[in-house]
Structures are given as structure tokens and as C-alpha cells.
């Protein structure tokens, strides 16, 4: 089995910043693409930013310049580095990963239970 638990959420003002992390444990072989994802209130769970196991990245286009993904593969973290956050940013954060597991080599989608971050004056 395996988990992925994220911290870091939070309130935080206009133009403040957080750090999300999310580490991953349990029957892990290695971990190929790791992902933050978020979904506002009353809308659908979007892809933020993605980090393949090269190190290859990609956002959505409302966070370019303000987020940066990152991962430490000797810690099976991945983290998210958010910068002049904004109102709109506002959501409940998610981390998932693509693990193969050590056991008997599955692709596993893992996903975390998730951390809010709230911008607001």
C-alpha cells in the first residue's frame, strides 16, 4: 500500500506566499510522474503543475511565473512553491503520484487527502 500525505496549506493574504509539500510512503519502487492538483470551491479539480521523473515540468497557465513544482526523489516528496498568490487561488490542493510498487511492480494513481489554502484579506 502506499500514501501520500500533504502539509503546508493555510490562510494567507493577497500576494503571500505558501509551500505545499507531500510525501509518499509504503510498498514504493519508484515514483514516475508526481502532480499538484486543485479544486476552488464548487468547480472541478484542475491540474496545476506536473514533474516527471527527467525533471520536465509543466503549469497551468494561471499559475506560470508564481509556482514552481519541485521534487526530492531521495525523500519521495514533491513540493509546490506559490508565490503572489491571489484570490482565485483559493482551493483545496491535492498531490498524486504514479508509483510502481516494490512488491510486484504495479503502476498505482495515488492520490492524498488533500490540504486547503485560503487567500483572503
Known amino acids: 500500500q502506499v500514501q501520500l500525505v500533504e502539509s503546508g496549506g493555510g490562510l494567507v493574504q493577497p500576494g503571500g506566499s505558501l509551500r505545499l509539500s507531500c510525501t509518499a510512503s509504503g510498498d514504493i519502487f519508484k515514483i514516475n510522474g508526481m502532480y499538484w492538483y486543485r479544486q476552488p470551491p464548487g468547480k472541478e479539480r484542475e491540474l496545476v503543475a506536473a514533474i516527471n521523473m527527467h525533471g520536465e515540468i509543466q503549469y497551468r497557465d494561471s499559475v506560470k511565473g508564481r509556482f514552481t513544482i519541485s521534487r526530492d526523489d531521495a525523500k519521495k516528496a514533491v513540493f509546490l512553491q506559490m508565490t503572489t498568490l491571489k484570490p482565485e487561488d483559493t482551493a483545496a490542493y491535492y498531490c498524486?503520484?504514479?508509483?510502481?510498487?516494490?512488491?510486484?511492480?504495479?503502476?498505482?494513481?495515488?492520490w492524498g487527502q488533500g490540504t486547503q489554502v485560503t487567500v483572503s484579506a
Open positions: 498524486n503520484a504514479d508509483v510502481i510498487t516494490a512488491r510486484d511492480y504495479r503502476v498505482l494513481d495515488v
